[in-house]
T-cell receptor
């Protein structure tokens, strides 16, 4: 079955360390997205990518970096510059970034990052 | 993007219809209304979307007022598994912005 795989499900990081969250999709979707969710809050957009080798900052990009070397993969690096990295991180993909056709976004199951 | 307003929480008895309202008074002509839901600690799940006309699928119905300033998501026969946070989103273009949504509790 096609879908989005995020790994790992739980991640612990020491303060001051960079960490990379994996996101892989086999849906042949063009666009991919990273969101952050804090307890009791909605989702906030970190970065998105419409095509390979191109990506754009979302609303809260500071302290994060991404790459899009392959259509299937959109890893997110949480750098030491991110002041409050503990959160639930969600990756999503869609067929087109402008016209959300049919089912719209498909989300992964998320990675819960905790800074210790 | 148009801003949406949803009640923070609602209750519904199992087997009854759940009607979740959403106000989007600043919506523009080409902005779609989307509904997603999120069960605790999972990724959001698409439910339905619409532009002007009412829509229905196997999960729910979406009623959009004629002036498009508000909409209602209807779950016709709510089950305990429908307990989740429901997000109403208005957007055209590349990314969806999720607010705090409505926390729906379906009770036995």
């Amino acid at each position: 079955d096609g879908g989005i795989t995020q790994s790992p499900k739980y991640l612990f990081r020491k303060e001051g360390q960079n960490v990379t969250l994996s996101c892989e999709q086999n849906l042949n979707h063009d666009a991919m997205y990273w969101y952050r969710q804090d307890p009791g809050q909605g989702l906030r957009l970190i970065y998105y990518s419409q095509i390979v080798n191109d990506f754009q900052k979302g609303d809260i990009a500071e302290g994060y970096s991404v790459s899009r070397e392959k259509k299937e993969s959109f890893p997110l690096t949480v750098t030491s510059a991110q002041k409050n990295p503990t959160a639930f991180y969600l990756c999503a993909s869609s067929i087109q970034h402008r016209a959300l056709i049919g089912g719209g976004y498909t989300f992964g199951s998320g990675t819960r990052l905790t800074v210790v | 993007d148009a801003k949406t307003t949803q009640p923070p929480s609602m209750d519904c008895a199992e087997g009854r219809a759940a009607n979740l309202p959403c106000n989007h008074s600043t919506i523009s002509g080409n902005e779609y209304v989307y509904w997603y839901r999120q069960i605790h600690s999972q990724g959001p799940q698409y439910i339905i979307h619409g532009l002007k006309n009412n829509e229905t699928n196997e999960m729910a119905s979406l009623i959009i007022t004629e002036d498009r300033k508000s909409s209602t998501l209807i779950l016709p026969h709510a089950t305990l598994r429908d307990t989740a946070v429901y997000y109403c989103i208005v957007r055209v273009g590349y990314a969806l912005n999720f607010g705090k949504g409505t926390s729906l509790l379906v009770t036995p």
